[in-house]
């Protein structure tokens, strides 16, 4: 764009493995040869192969996992003998409702906000990839960005309820335990970041889906 080389231009390739940048001689790839990548060995492709499809396989599963995450109970609190399960959003108006409003904002963020942000990003970075898209790639390229930045922080809620978890139990007439659910929004978590990981963006700038 603006008359800035394309790599294809220039007979370059990245390797998706180490970043190396490679002499592009991949013409007999699809005739059945192969092509490494002469510093860390891996196979080189000018996009990853099966990119959209397999992060909207990934995607898709995510959001399968995020229904029994909010649904099933992640927490268990007692508190003098008495205790109930609890879930994402029953544990933040819980947190909230007690004075933590801080733990409240974090899990709701973590949990609730994040996720469905990342869904709709990375499931509208997908469709317009796909479509061939040509209209606001910078802006699309961005939205790769945050999420692959946000990706780093999705864990926030898992590690809130191990740290509540360790500091409830130095008191002796009250106690916490992590539920099943905790283990579904694990899921979703790493789901997620797998989709966007497989996601190609350099596809954002192609204009021809995968």
């Known amino acids: 764009m603006n008359g800035t080389p394309r ?4 007979r370059v390739v990245g390797c998706h493995a180490c970043g190396l940048v490679c002499e592009d001689t991949l013409d007999g790839v699809e005739r059945g040869g192969r092509v ?14 099966g990119s959209i499809t397999q992060a909207w396989a990934l995607l898709v599963a995510a959001l399968i996992f995020y ?20 879930t994402i959003m029953s544990g933040v108006i819980g947190f909230w409702r007690g004075g933590s409003y801080a733990i409240a904002l974090v899990i709701f963020i973590a949990s609730v906000a994040v996720p469905c942000v990342k869904f709709l990003t990375l499931g509208l970075l ?4 796909r479509r061939g898209s040509r209209r606001a790639r910078r802006e699309r390229a961005g939205l790769y960005r945050l999420i692959e930045l946000v990706g780093y922080w999705s864990m926030l809620d898992v590690v809130v309820v191990a740290v509540v978890s ?23 978590v790493i789901l997620t970041m ?10 954002i700038w192609d204009g021809d889906g995968e």
């Open 7 to 10: 790599a294809s231009q220039l």
């Open 36 to 49: 490494h990548c002469p510093r860390c060995g891996a196979a080189l492709h000018r996009r990853r192969p």
């Open 67 to 86: 229904v029994p995450a909010n649904v099933l109970p992640v927490m268990y609190t007692s508190l003098f003998g008495r205790g109930g399960d609890s």
């Open 126 to 129: 997908l469709a317009t990839s």
């Open 166 to 188: 360790a500091l409830v139990k130095f008191q002796a007439l009250s106690d916490i335990e992590p539920r099943i659910g905790i283990l579904f929004f694990g899921l979703v």
């Open 194 to 203: 797998l989709a966007t990981m497989r996601f190609d963006p350099r596809l």
